[in-house]
């Protein structure tokens, strides 16, 4: 700023009415800051919102929208910072004016950021192939960004007013190293269903079966647990710590949701193959929840102890339908075979008493 002033006195009139009026070299910087304030507002800004109108995304136009009020009063800010280093007053007031505007200015960046994480992560959750920001997990992302930005605003406006951060820190980690042991429970729970979302094993609607049995739609994916609904209709709650470290079997992964379903039929020796496999295949037929394609299809697995063992495989549209369609399929089987006469062997045993 010295620089300009000496420039400034240079030139023939304005170094004369600077050297005659003292505060004309104050008038002239506050000149100078409302044309830059209505360039910035009125052609920056204006040229960037004309260069972003044909964009097929609303994202750039969010943030030159939010963008329009810091640049503005940053300029406005930097005019009354450097009036302050002009005008003759005593330098402890011109250090705490220059403090104060320092500190104002870092509240407005601030702001502009808390805004620029919210339209970045709302606008990021409709984008197909990020899958780790969802609607759920929002206001994880949101906060652990707004704590950043905190931070770093704080360590802005201490380093300007010239406080020590050092024992502050300090604290801060002693407090964060006994928050971290006495919650490493639901940290491993937060973090754990921070990686489910974003590796994706199963999304909401899936139905999923756990190695420890629970098998259901999945209803909510939380930061802290999983929620399902099994067939009871009852709702099962499992932490994400458990659920990143067990094996998940989902029914509705693969090219497709549909459901593959087996049925084990023993028929006795003697019978007429290729009608027992007719008959099989129309059983499955005549239920409605079987879907046409894939198509259904038996299988002569082995010659067993009472009889030969076949097996039908068929496909239903949802894997919660798989008990209802093998009910109905097996009342098919048994009464096709029963008008065709293929008979269902059992076991037999002979029993042979010995008499001493």
């Known amino acids: 700023m010295q620089s300009l002033t000496h420039f400034l006195e240079r030139l023939p009139y304005i170094g004369h009415a600077v050297a005659v009026y003292p505060w004309a070299d104050v008038a002239l910087v506050l000149g100078a800051t409302i044309i830059a304030a209505w360039v910035v507002q009125h052609v920056i800004i204006r040229a960037l919102r004309f260069m972003t109108r044909h964009t097929q995304t609303e994202l750039d136009d969010r943030i030159i929208a939010a963008l329009q009020r810091p640049l503005f009063y940053t300029v406005i800010i930097g005019g009354v910072m450097s009036l302050a280093l002009l005008a003759g007053v005593a330098d402890h007031t011109r250090h705490i004016t220059v403090?104060?505007?320092?500190?104002?200015?870092?509240?407005?960046?601030?702001?502009?950021f808390f805004q620029l994480i919210k339209v970045v992560l709302y606008r990021s959750k409709d984008?197909?192939?990020?899958?780790?920001?969802?609607?759920q997990t929002l206001p994880l992302f949101e906060n652990l960004l707004a704590v950043v930005v905190v931070a770093g605003a704080l360590y802005a406006i201490f380093s300007i007013w010239g406080i020590n951060m050092t024992a502050?820190?300090?604290s801060a980690g002693i407090v964060g190293m006994a928050f971290g042991f006495a919650a490493k429970d639901t940290l491993a729970n937060l973090f754990s269903g921070v990686f489910i979302l974003a590796d994706a094993p199963y999304k909401i609607g899936d139905?999923?079966?756990?190695?420890?049995?629970e098998r259901g739609r999945v209803t909510h994916i939380g930061i802290r647990s999983t929620r399902m609904l099994t067939r009871d209709d009852v709702e099962v709650t499992v932490p994400n710590g458990i659920m990143g470290n067990t094996k998940i079997?989902?029914?509705?992964?693969?090219?497709?949701?549909?459901?593959?379903?087996?049925?084990?039929?023993?028929?006795a020796y003697g019978s007429d193959?290729?009608?027992?496999?007719?008959?099989l295949l129309a059983a499955a037929h005549d239920v409605d929840l079987v879907v046409d394609e894939p198509a259904a299809r038996v299988r002569f697995r082995a010659f067993g102890d009472s009889g030969l063992e076949y097996v039908l495989f068929?496909?239903?549209?949802?894997?919660?339908?798989r008990g209802e369609s093998r009910h109905l399929v097996n009342r098919a089987i048994y009464q096709r075979f029963a008008a065709a006469g293929i008979h269902i062997p059992f076991p037999q045993r002979d029993v042979h008493i010995r008499e001493r």
């Open 127 to 135: 984008v197909p192939h990020i899958t780790f920001v969802q609607e």
């Open 99 to 112: 403090a104060l505007a320092q500190t104002l200015l870092v509240f407005l960046w601030a702001r502009f």
């Open 168 to 170: 502050w820190l300090a």
């Open 273 to 279: 193959i290729d009608r027992v496999e007719a008959e």
């Open 207 to 213: 139905y999923i079966e756990l190695d420890s049995g």
């Open 249 to 267: 079997v989902n029914e509705s992964g693969g090219p497709y949701e549909k459901f593959r379903v087996r049925i084990d039929v023993s028929v």
């Open 314 to 321: 068929y496909w239903v549209p949802k894997p919660e339908q």
